[in-house]
T-cell receptor
Framework: DAKTTQPTSMDCAEGRAANLPCNHS???????VYWYRQIHSQGPQYIIH???NNETNEMASLIITEDRKSSTLILPHATLRDTAVYYC?????????????FGKGTTLSVSS | DTAVSQTPKYLVTQMGNDKSIKCEQNLGHDTMYWYKQDSKKFLKIMFSYNNKELIINETVPNRFSPKSPDKAHLNLHINSLELGDSAVYFC??????????FGPGTRLTVL
């Protein structure tokens, strides 16, 4: 079972920041937080991951609370193409070949 | 060039038939996976292979048999198809623990 809790859906205006929360209160010390998204009718796509420090890449930023029990994925300037289901996943570190355990995710709708 | 490709994209068949879905990755990855996404959009791992060896085999009916002829290919054969097998099947690959690359999916419809 997924170890994360996310809101079912969120809306965002185009050009604004989208902040997607995730609770993972039972996360273990050796587990990373991963974010993937699935655009309609496509395969899931990796976005970002982190352990305890905040992370940023060309797609998004990941803010992890100090106690690591929750995190927020930030899309700084959402576009219509960011409409997708976003999955927050916790996963052991440095274990190649482990599966991704998907929850229900958050459906983000970006509108103009 | 497509990193992870699957064929066919759509598969419509009758109950009781046997069918195969093929997956190929050109990323040089060691590990490949099959995931199933059911009608409620719930994604679940089925199998994982590392260097042609099975490392994950979730509770999947033995009518499903993965086959990895080489590191770049992981095929999924399904015997005696049932209505409940209708789903979208995704192949993925990875090198190391970080990012899994997914294929475009195969939509299987069993009539």
């Amino acid at each position: 079972d997924a170890k994360t809790t996310q809101p079912t859906s969120m809306d965002c205006a185009e050009g604004r920041a989208a902040n997607l929360p995730c609770n993972h209160s039972t996360i273990s010390g050796n587990e990373y937080v991963y974010w993937y998204r699935q655009i309609h009718s496509q395969g899931p796509q990796y976005i970002i991951h982190g352990l305890k420090n905040n992370e940023t890449n060309e797609m998004a930023s990941l803010i992890i609370t100090e106690d690591r029990k929750s995190s927020t994925l930030i899309l700084p300037h959402a576009t219509l193409r960011d409409t997708a289901v976003y999955y927050c996943i916790v996963r052991p570190a440095n274990q190649a070949g482990t599966a991704l355990i998907f929850g229900k995710g958050t459906t983000l709708s970006v509108s103009s | 060039d497509t990193a992870v490709s699957q064929t066919p994209k759509y598969l419509v068949t009758q109950m009781g038939n046997d069918k195969s879905i093929k997956c190929e990755q050109n990323l040089g990855h060691d590990t490949m996976y099959w995931y199933k996404q059911d009608s409620k959009k719930f994604l679940k791992i089925m199998f994982s292979y590392n260097n042609k060896e099975l490392i994950i085999n979730e509770t999947v009916p033995n009518r499903f048999s993965p086959k990895s002829p080489d590191k770049a290919h992981l095929n999924l054969h399904i015997n005696s198809l049932e209505l409940g097998d209708s789903a979208v099947y995704f192949c993925a690959s990875s090198q190391g623990p970080v990012e899994q690359f997914f294929g475009p999916g195969t939509r299987l419809t069993v009539l």
